[in-house]
């Protein structure tokens, strides 16, 4: 089975062609050129665009039988419909899905991408074969995904999962949404960047801001830069704490962390590591696993792609 | 039909006969005598206790064809095992359901006395209807039941649901498990105790521990005393930035609060809905409720009971 998977980012729109080999095991066989999200004024000018692409992967490989779009945001599963984008104005309460199943005569699945992410891991990646799993995206924000008791997990308004909402601090910094000490306020690809130039001034070695990107900050702690090793220690301490809650909360079987953030490594996930489990009793550890995301940047296609195949399997698409 | 529920508590173990009247409704219609827990020296003489008080209500009630258990701690539901409990010595990897079976020749369901509060919520009080659930118990510790599409979420030890040690504030107290700003260092019945009467104290309105207890406090509150109206505030924004994380990352309908301290009423709920409410954005709040618990003390025997009757209902037992 062929299917597209549509990863609506806030930079880019990434689109490409998934297939499934004869024992399911998917494979990304095409993509089509990265749209630049700022480019496009608002949802129509997007849509025509997005078809424009969709119709190229269909030229190149028949037999495509359902698109998969993640994006940036809350949605409406129910009804298929964008409530707004993080960093894209104009997609109020947009019908994303039935107006790109109408302009492209198929079945679509319209999702959250952090809940595509977790499903790619739980499907083919390093949360295959779990009943419960968390899936964490760190990158500019910080999402989760929920696989709960072998299906995704969407909660009353299909809105589960803000995971960087969640506070670690009840007197802690204010948040976008009236929420304190919100996790992706300490531990976000921006923060990071932000915190690392301060402490690099402050032990009087200043940075630049493009020196300070969370992967040069990685590298640098990598080859045992002191403020740099420090800096990974509290971020992996204030993602511990809130995984630590939703371990406690969820019990799950594994907790995966990918996105942008977490290429930095060994040097966030050994301390991730020892954080969380010095925060948890030790039923909870039994069989309990921290894992990094088998899927990089090709995550949010991949999830996409799979939910909508999936969903025509079950004859839900 | 009939079923015993069995609520085993820190202090006391209550019994009761639960029956459905035509209509489903559950009624308690029989109590046996409290079982004072601290008497009982470990699981054998307890359950040497705990039988008679059974034949004592299947002597009055022909025809009870189940038994439900709930303790205040970690139980393994596939194997029912008490992996431990808070506050009782003794009972460490203790097969009470099998055991319990074998001397009452009935099926026994074991949970953790806080599913049991928020399935009998969830059955026939403050969350009845609801999909998705959140039960919370604000008693001498902080726990937590959680009900997700209709059924409850147990994890994958079965531990789902340890509210009280979810963290609000990662550079906050020591837990009792290494976690830092556990719930339950905040808000338990003994922290609300030293915290008011360190306050009073430095008030200059010293009082004693008994006059500091969450029931004297709320009455105090109710009655315009600053230093009570404060600590209820206090108490109540730290327990809304837990709940509001769980929100963000369940999605629920309902969150309903349960347990001793809840009867503090209006001077916790109504800072408690204020806060939570301003801590999450709007698409979370669509149809959402805070809610007061419906049952109170016989919360533990109605849920375990009905836990109990449901199973053999659906002849799970």
């Known amino acids: 089975m062929k299917t597209i998977g549509i990863d609506f980012g806030g930079t880019s729109v990434k689109l490409g062609v998934l297939r499934a080999d004869a024992m399911g095991v998917p494979e ?30 269909r030229d190149r490989h028949a037999g495509v039988c359902a698109i998969g779009v993640g994006v940036p945001g809350f949605v409406d599963w ?28 198929l079945p679509v699945c319209l999702d959250n991408d952090a809940n595509a992410m977790a499903y790619a891991e739980w499907r083919f990646g390093a949360g295959a074969g779990c009943r419960s799993m968390v899936g964490v995206t760190l990158g500019t924000g910080v999402g989760g995904g929920l696989i709960l008791d072998g299906s995704i997990f969407r909660g009353f308004n299909s809105l ?8 670690i601090d009840f007197r802690g910094k204010d948040g976008p949404y009236g929420n ?18 301060a402490r690099y001034a402050e032990a009087g070695r200043p940075r630049s801001q493009s020196d300070c990107t969370p992967d040069r900050v990685a590298a640098a ?5 002191p403020v740099a090793i420090k ?27 990918g996105g942008g953030m977490s290429r930095a490594g ?31 940047p090709e995550a949010g296609v991949v999830g996409t792609a799979l939910l909508a195949a999936d969903a025509v399997g079950a004859g839900a698409a």
């Open 28 to 57: 990304v066989v095409d993509v089509a050129p990265a749209i630049p999200t700022a480019e496009y004024d608002g949802p129509e000018p997007m849509l025509v665009r997005i078809r424009e692409s969709v119709e190229l992967l």
């Open 160 to 167: 589960a999962g803000e995971i960087g909402q969640m506070s």
């Open 78 to 105: 129910e009804r298929g419909l964008v409530y707004g984008l993080t960093n894209v104005p104009g997609w109020r309460l947009f019908p994303l899905r039935d107006r790109l199943a109408k302009m492209t005569r």
């Open 180 to 197: 304190f000490g919100a996790l992706e306020r300490y531990v976000g690809h921006h923060r990071v960047t932000a915190r690392a130039q």
């Open 221 to 225: 702690a990598a080859t045992g830069d």
């Open 231 to 257: 800096l990974w220690q509290d971020v992996a301490r204030e993602l511990a704490t809130a995984l630590a809650a939703i371990v406690w909360l969820l019990n799950p079987e594994k907790v995966v962390v």
């Open 266 to 296: 060994d040097v966030l996930f050994e301390p991730l590591r020892r954080s969380l489990e010095s925060q948890l009793d030790g039923p909870f550890l039994e069989g309990f696993e921290l894992a990094a995301a088998r899927f990089g």
